[in-house]
């Protein structure tokens, strides 16, 4: 057999006849002249080095030989049909795999967006990693992930982003503590006493230090810790004040108030990043469509600043 010469019309046009049992019926349903199917299957013929078919009262009957090749063309199409099916599933984002990173702050809000994703697009692979800025950072610069997400934008070269939730920064105390039951509480009541802070380089503590530093303002005393989560507890448990993403805090946690501060809370935003300079898989893409259609239900409707479509433009247009 010379399998240098099939091709997948050969394959077709044989399949085609014996399933007809006719080359003149064949030919119709192919939109072929009969003569160009008879020349297609003498090639075939050729091909395979075995009779495969013989004519009896102008019916086609395959060989044994016939009858093995109709079983694999039925297969290797078959194969192909379905292969075909899996990249347009591919290309509508409803197949494949992408990653997304995101700074460990995100990690109480995204899977209220992840978790209808998975359920909608159940054979799309999604690889998660959560780490701090500085982590999170160093994977964009290595191009190691397809989407980041980032409270706080980094300004570096390939950088396209768009914003998709608020992100308040709220200041928040023990139950217990004396200014807890305040109103209107002046800045000068909160500096002196002791901050919970996030290590150097977290989007939450320089967005609090820029505004401390926008109103003339130092801490008096600070302890840095190495979570929200840490810093949550801490609070609670009588160690300090802090300044924490809303998100963080449970919203039936009576252990922790809010701290009623002109000019807070912080209004912040919540980013999906990609790098503009490298390919965006399909998969990729269909998330961030599918984040920009479902925000609201997902996240809340009055938390939502959606410029995902915006950000979708961009990374297009580099294509």
């Known amino acids: 057999m010379n399998i240098r010469h099939l091709t997948f019309r050969l394959l077709q046009v044989y399949v085609e006849v014996i399933q007809t049992g006719s080359i003149s019926e064949s030919a119709k349903r192919l939109h072929l002249t009969q003569p160009t199917v008879s020349l297609q299957l003498k090639r075939l013929k050729e091909a395979i080095g075995e009779p495969l078919f013989v004519l009896e009262q102008n019916q086609v009957i395959p060989t044994d030989a016939g009858r093995e090749l109709y079983r694999i063309c039925l297969q290797t199409l078959g194969d192909f049909s379905e292969f075909n099916q899996y990249l347009g599933a591919l290309q509508d984002g409803q197949r494949g795999h992408f990653s997304i990173a995101m700074v460990n702050t995100a990690q109480y809000i995204l899977p209220r967006l992840l978790g209808p994703y998975a359920q909608a697009f159940s054979k799309v692979e999604v690889t998660v990693e959560i780490g701090n800025r500085e982590q999170v950072l160093r994977r964009f610069e290595q191009g190691q992930d397809d989407l980041y997400v980032f409270s706080h934008p980094p300004s570096l070269e390939h950088a396209c982003a768009g914003r998709f939730l608020r992100n308040p920064l709220t200041l928040i105390a023990p139950a217990s503590h004396p200014l807890a039951t305040k109103k209107e509480l002046a800045l000068a009541d909160v500096m002196k006493e002791r901050f919970l802070l996030r290590e150097p380089g977290s989007a939450t503590r ?41 998100h963080v805090l449970p919203k ?46 997902c996240l809340g409707k009055e938390w939502v600043r959606n410029d995902i479509g915006a950000l979708l433009s961009a990374l297009t247009a580099q294509s």
């Open 206 to 246: 320089m967005l609090f230090e820029s505004w401390l530093q926008g109103k003339g303002l130092t801490l008096a005393s600070s302890m840095q810790m190495a979570s929200n989560e840490a810093i949550r507890v801490g609070v609670s448990s009588g160690m300090g004040l802090a300044v924490l993403s809303r």
């Open 252 to 297: 039936q946690d009576s252990s922790i108030v809010t701290l009623d501060v002109p000019g807070l809370p912080i209004e912040s935003h919540w980013y999906f990043i990609a790098r503009n300079d490298r390919h965006l898989s399909q998969a990729a893409l269909g998330f961030l469509r599918f984040a920009e259609r479902e925000l609201d239900n």
